[in-house]
């Protein structure tokens, strides 16, 4: 993947704990449309150095948009259309791996599809025949070598791989859930991560994410989750992806 040219710009989704990110400059806003609806919130165009960016909050400007309500056709049909080619997908997870603790990053590299009631393709209506997507390997693995790179620039020490549970939402899991989400091979557990990067791929974008652990999973911590300690966890954490946004945009 050579140097992005101006009409191609990076993308970055924000998920919870970045709603917004400020260190775009010659910022400009846009409310689009799609055939799918509207995105989540209008796009904010930028520049971050001298890389063209987009930024679209997933969860809506104010985070009013629950997992299971987001409109991700829309959503990743807005960014295509805007010239985006490069998405980097940030969004909080629960930890299952040991090495999953609060405040960590990781750059999954498979994901295993819990969710069962979104519109999760753009190939179900019209068609002149079926069309079917490869999806052995869900992330581009070069934006991911690119994100990992960014990490150890940036001295941030991410989870280099790591299997995501796409689970619906918007409650978190029950104990025995978690267990399950671990025997079938989940590092991670988040609700955002499907149809999103499915739908990438049908647009042939290039798609990796960044998954922030904002706790340990149900029942792999003390006591009960408190919404008040992963508030403060994602916080700490989204220094350490603004710090990798910034190191991996010159690398792109």
């Known amino acids: 993947m050579g140097r992005v040219s101006l009409k191609e710009r990076i993308a970055i989704i924000?998920?919870?704990?970045?709603?917004?990110?400020?260190?775009?400059?010659?910022?400009?806003?846009?409310?689009v449309s799609t055939p799918f609806g509207a995105p989540s919130a209008?796009?904010?165009?930028?520049?971050?150095?001298?890389r063209p960016v987009v930024f679209l909050a997933r969860h809506g400007?104010?985070?009013?948009i629950a997992p299971h309500r987001i409109n991700y056709r829309a959503n990743l049909w807005a960014l295509k259309q805007c010239g985006a080619q490069y998405i980097i997908a940030v969004a909080a997870v629960g930890g299952i791996h040991k090495?999953?603790?609060?405040?960590?990053?990781?750059?999954?590299?498979?994901?295993?599809?819990?969710?069962?009631?979104?519109?999760?393709?753009y190939f179900?209506?019209?068609?002149?025949?079926?069309?079917?997507?490869d999806f052995t390997y869900p992330y581009c693995e070069t934006l991911r070598m690119k994100l990992i790179l960014a990490s150890r620039a940036g001295h941030l020490k991410a989870y280099e791989n790591g299997t995501?549970?796409?689970?619906?939402?918007?409650?978190?899991?029950?104990a025995a859930e978690i267990v399950r989400l671990e025997r079938d091979g989940c590092d991670m557990v988040g609700m955002t991560g499907m149809p999103e990067a499915a739908l990438a791929r049908?647009?042939?974008?290039c798609y990796a994410a960044c998954a922030v652990c904002a706790n340990f999973a149900a029942g792999r911590g003390e006591g009960v989750l408190s919404m008040n300690e992963i508030q403060d966890t994602i916080a700490r954490a989204m220094v350490k992806v603004r710090i990798l946004i910034k190191e991996v945009v010159t690398l792109i």
Do not use: W
Request: negative net charge.
């Open 61 to 64: 400007a104010g985070h009013a």
């Open 99 to 121: 090495e999953m603790i609060p405040e960590r990053l990781s750059i999954p590299n498979q994901i295993i599809d819990y969710t069962c009631s979104r519109k999760n393709t």
């Open 42 to 50: 209008p796009l904010i165009y930028g520049e971050l150095g001298d």
């Open 124 to 133: 179900d209506k019209d068609l002149s025949e079926v069309t079917h997507i």
């Open 202 to 205: 049908e647009l042939g974008l």
């Open 164 to 174: 995501y549970g796409a689970t619906e939402g918007p409650r978190l899991e029950t």
């Open 14 to 31: 924000g998920g919870t704990g970045l709603n917004v990110f400020d260190e775009l400059e010659k910022r400009r806003e846009e409310q």
